[in-house]
């Protein structure tokens, strides 16, 4: 148990739905990050958060909406996704290295 | 650029013998180093972590990882492996310089690590 959880675990869309995924610390950390896992792929990170405010987006396709609304949580909103996007999606968040939550496996119809 | 490589795919050891995975890295100046794993539709759990001082590193389960500066390798280590060793490992590497102010950690592709009863 890292102290980092995610929700949904496990969540399966078409390709036309909307869904956020949530992930949720209170470890006090103040930075926080969207990495994708694809199999066979290296991981992927997606988004920075540092203090609430998004510092990196690493070319994320517009279908995927980040949203940390305070330091605690941090939101990945998905909206019209393809079948490829269909992978592992983990959060972290950082003290004296990162701390990864379970991940939510995401499953685009 | 910075880098991590991890050249093995998969590690295939028999319980009770002394496993190896190998990683180097190339990232300028003195990086800070790190072995993560991941169990089956888990998330990454840290193993340990290299930032400086002596260079055999001792972490969780009984790993340990020795940073050699010349070779620029982080090879993680355990004298005597066990089934439930079995799991995904991910070697990372952090600048720690002020140019990485999110810092932000660059993963190897991982090495699948097969405990053989």
């Known amino acids: 148990e890292t102290g980092v959880t995610q929700t949904p675990r496990h969540l399966v869309m078409g390709m036309t739905n909307k869904k956020s995924l949530k992930c949720e610390q209170h470890l006090g950390h103040n930075a926080m990050y969207w990495y994708k896992q694809s199999a066979k792929k290296p991981l992927e990170l997606m988004f920075v958060?540092?203090?609430?405010?998004?510092?990196e987006n690493n070319s994320v396709p517009s279908r995927f909406s980040p949203e940390c609304p305070n330091s605690s949580h941090l939101f990945l909103h998905l909206h019209t996704l393809q079948p490829e996007d269909s992978a592992l999606y983990l959060c972290?968040?950082?003290?004296?290295?990162?701390?990864f939550g379970p991940g939510t496996r995401l499953t685009v119809l | 650029a910075q880098s991590v490589a991890q050249p093995e795919d998969q590690v295939n050891v028999a319980e009770g013998n002394p496993l190896t995975v190998k990683c180097t890295y190339s990232v300028s100046g003195n990086p800070y180093l790190f072995w993560y794993v991941q169990y089956p539709n888990r998330g990454l759990q840290f193993l340990l972590k290299?930032?400086?001082?002596?260079?055999l590193v001792k972490g969780s389960y009984g790993f340990e990882a020795e940073f050699n500066k010349s070779q620029t390798s982080f090879h993680l280590k355990k004298p005597s492996a066990l089934v439930s060793d079995s799991a995904l490992y991910f070697c990372?590497?952090?600048?720690?310089?002020?140019?990485?102010?999110?810092?932000?950690?660059?993963f190897g592709k991982g090495t699948r690590l097969h405990i053989l009863p």
């Open positions: 972290a968040s950082k003290g004296d290295t990162q701390y």
């Open positions: 290299y930032i400086t001082g002596d260079n």
């Open positions: 958060y540092n203090f609430k405010e998004q510092t």
């Open positions: 990372a590497v952090r600048d720690p310089s002020p140019r990485n102010r999110d810092d932000k950690i660059i």
